[in-house]
Nanobody, 122 residues
Framework: QVQLVESGGGLVQPGGSLRLSCAAS????????MAWYRQAPGKQREFVAE???????KYADSVKGRFIISRDIAKNMVYLQMNSLKPEDTAVYYC????????????????WGQGTQVTVSS
């Protein structure tokens, strides 16, 4: 019904930067909240950053001051600019979105992307 596709992951050196993108497509009337999560090997998935429809962004303490979430409402896209990357940022990064799929609906549905690998290493 709705697909979220992440891109931009890869291998970067510590201190480097990377920009992730997520595009929502399919049966979409409107995308409300969009967010980024990540999951490192052996750990639970954790919240990274959120860009709600209202525009009040939120960040996990571990990335605050280094990561910036932005959004293109018209294109149903969300981005994550990652700066000053550390080895502990290594994880699979997942895009999350709350989507209203019809103009007759009131309740958004939650969708997840397949993830994109980010590896921070020398």
């Amino acid at each position: 019904q709705v697909q979220l596709v992440e891109s931009g992951g890869g291998l970067v050196q510590p201190g480097g930067s990377l920009r992730l993108s997520c595009a929502a497509s399919g049966s979409i009337y409107r995308v409300n909240d969009m967010a980024w999560y990540r999951q490192a090997p052996g750990k639970q998935r954790e919240f990274v950053a959120e860009f709600p429809g209202g525009g009040l962004t939120k960040y996990a303490d571990s990335v605050k001051g280094r990561f910036i979430i932005s959004r293109d409402i018209a294109k149903n896209m969300v981005y994550l600019q990652m700066n000053s990357l550390k080895p502990e940022d290594t994880a699979v990064y997942y895009c999350n979105a709350q989507v209203i799929v019809t103009d007759l609906g009131f309740t958004p549905y939650e969708f997840w992307g397949q993830g994109t690998q980010v590896t921070v290493s020398s």
